[in-house]
C-alpha cells in the first residue's frame, strides 16, 4: 500500500470518530480552548470532517498546546506536559496509528515488564559480568527536528504528510496564549499521542546499530538505556554509546561524572533500573517505588478517617484496587502489573502486614485482598482470574452495581448512555490515581 493510501485509511471520517469513541469519549482533559469532550461529541461529525479533510490537504494546523507541569519531586525541575485540544488529539492518535504500521520493524516500544523480563533471563544467563546504565539529560526537548525529519523521510517521501507531522511537534506549548508565541525549534512536546514512536524513531540507528553490537544485550526504555557486557569492555562501549547520542545533539550523563544518573558496574552488585532492582538473582521493587505505594495506602485510609459518610465498603473497594491492579480500557493498570516480574515474595507479604496494621490501627471491619495473591494469580492465572477486575468485561448491571454501592451513585432514569458515561468517569479517575504509584519510575 502506498504511503498517501495508508495515511488516508487512518484519517477517514469513520476511522476519526471510532478514535473519539474509543479513547477521548470519557477523557476530562481539555487545551487550551477549554472545549471538552461534551461539547466536542455535539458537533463530532463537523469536527471530523474538518479533520479529514484538511490533515489530507496538509494544512491543518495545531492549536497551542496547554502547559501542565508535572512534580518529579523535591529539588528536580518538573516534567513539562503538554495538553493538545480535544480536536488535536484525535488528529495526534490517528497519527500515532499510522507511524506505527509505516514504522512497524525496528522500533523499540516495549512495555517496562517485558524489557524487565527480557533482562531478568540475561542477568541469569552468566553470559555477562558487567552492565552499564545510561540516562539520557533532557530527551525529549533536545530531539533535533531535522534529525527526526530525516528520519521520517526514509518511509515517508509525501511532502503533505510531513508538513503535519512537522506541524505537530512545532506547535509551541504555552500557559496563556500570546500573539507573540514563536513555533518551537527544538524538541518534541512531551504527553502527546505521537511523543513516543517520534522518540523512538528518533532513535532508531542507535538501536539498530546496539542491537547488532556482538557480545552485549542492549536495552532501552524511553531515555534509560541497559546495556550487560564483559565488565572489562564496558568504559569502551559506554563512551561508544554517549559519542552515538551526542551525533545527534543528545546528553547523557557521563558515568564517572554523574553516577547518580548514570553508572558501570558488575552484575553481581546491585543495581536499579525502570524502578526494579537488581541483587544476586533477587529482582525487587526498588525502594523508593515501595515507598511511594505505602504512602497512597495510607492515604486511602486517612481519606476514609475524614469523610463524613465512612463507607467502608468504599475504603474496601478502594484498597482492593490499589492491591490488585485492573484491567480498564484494555490496558492493564496498577502497581502490582508494572511490577510483575519481580521475584521477592517477601515484599509482597510485608506490604500485606502493612494493610493490616492499618485496619487495626483505624480500627475497621474490612478484609481486603492481598498482594501475595494477586501476584499469584497475576502470574499463574492472568487471564482466568477474577480476582483482578477487568472492568472492560463488566455488564451493565455489575456497571450499576458499582456506581451505587461505592460512589453512593442515585441511577433514577438514567439512560444506559449515561451509565456507560459516568461509570468510566469515576473508574478513570481511580485508574489515575494507580498510575501515581508508578510515575517517575526511572528517577
Known amino acids: 500500500m502506498s504511503v498517501r493510501k495508508q495515511f488516508a485509511k487512518y484519517f477517514s471520517e469513520d476511522n476519526l470518530k471510532q478514535i ?15 472545549l471538552n469532550q461534551y461539547a466536542f461529541r455535539k458537533q463530532l461529525n463537523d469536527q471530523v470532517e474538518i479533520i479529514s479533510k484538511k490533515i489530507l490537504a496538509g494544512t491543518y494546523q495545531f492549536t497551542k498546546y496547554k502547559l501542565k507541569l508535572v512534580s518529579k519531586g523535591r529539588g528536580k525541575k518538573p516534567r513539562e506536559i503538554a495538553i493538545p485540544t480535544v480536536r488535536d488529539r484525535i488528529a495526534m492518535r490517528a497519527m500515532c496509528e ?13 512495555l517496562p515488564q517485558n524489557v524487565i523480563k ?40 509525501d511532502l503533505g504528510i510531513m508538513n503535519v507531522i512537522l506541524a505537530a511537534i512545532t506547535s509551541p506549548t ?36 546496539m542491537n ?29 554509546v554517549i559519542s552515538r547520542f551526542r551525533r545527534i545533539g543528545l546528553r547523557v550523563h557521563d558515568p564517572i561524572k554523574a553516577p547518580e544518573k548514570s553508572s558501570i ?11 526494579y532492582h537488581f541483587s544476586d538473582g533477587s529482582v525487587s521493587a526498588r525502594i523508593a517505588t515501595v515507598e511511594k505505594l505505602k504512602e497512597s495506602i495510607a492515604a486511602i485510609f486517612t481519606s476514609h478517617k475524614h469523610s463524613k459518610l465512612k463507607n467502608e465498603k468504599f475504603l474496601e473497594w478502594r484498597l482492593n484496587l490499589r492491591i490488585t491492579g485492573c484491567v ?43 498482594f501475595s495473591r494477586a501476584f499469584k494469580e497475576l502470574s499463574y492465572r492472568r487471564y482466568e482470574t477474577n480476582y483482578i477486575p477487568n472492568f472492560d468485561n463488566y455488564t451493565l448491571d455489575q456497571k450499576k452495581d458499582v456506581l451505587v454501592e461505592y460512589f453512593d451513585f442515585k441511577l433514577g432514569s438514567i439512560t444506559d448512555e449515561e451509565i456507560e458515561f459516568h461509570f468510566h468517569k469515576r473508574i478513570g479517575k481511580q485508574v489515575k490515581d494507580l498510575l501515581e504509584d508508578i510515575q517517575n519510575f526511572g528517577y
Open 20 to 34: 473519539f469513541t474509543d479513547h477521548i469519549v470519557y477523557s476530562g482533559a481539555t487545551g487550551i480552548d477549554n
Open 98 to 110: 499510522f507511524l506505527s504500521e509505516r514504522f512497524n520493524s525496528g522500533l523499540s516500544l516495549e
Open 118 to 157: 527480557r533482562i531478568k533471563t540475561d542477568v541469569v544467563s552468566g553470559k555477562y559480568s558487567g552492565y552499564i546504565k545510561l540516562d539520557v539529560s533532557d530527551f525529549y526537548p533536545s530531539i533535533k527536528h531535522k534529525e527526526l525529519e530525516s528520519r521520517l523521510r526514509k518511509r515517508i517521501k
Open 174 to 209: 504555552v500557559i496563556v496564549s500570546k500573539a507573540s508565541d514563536k513555533p518551537s525549534a527544538i524538541g518534541v512536546p512531551q504527553g502527546l499521542a505521537i511523543s513516543n514512536i517520534l522518540a523512538a524513531i528518533y532513535l532508531l540507528n542507535i538501536d539498530r546499530h
Open 212 to 240: 547488532s553490537y556482538p557480545g552485549i544485550a542492549y536495552s532501552r526504555y524511553v531515555d534509560d538505556v541497559l546495556i550487560l557486557c564483559d565488565s572489562k569492555q564496558a568504559e569502551k562501549i559506554a563512551k561508544d
Open 265 to 275: 558496574g558488575d552484575v553481581k552488585d546491585r543495581f536499579d533500573y525502570l524502578g
Open 328 to 370: 480498564f480500557e484494555n490496558k492493564s493498570k496498577g502497581w502490582l502489573f508494572f511490577f510483575s516480574e519481580i521475584n521477592d515474595e517477601s515484599l509482597l507479604h510485608s506490604l500485606d502486614n502493612y494493610v493490616r496494621k492499618f485496619i487495626k490501627r483505624f480500627n475497621v471491619g474490612i478484609k481486603p485482598k492481598r
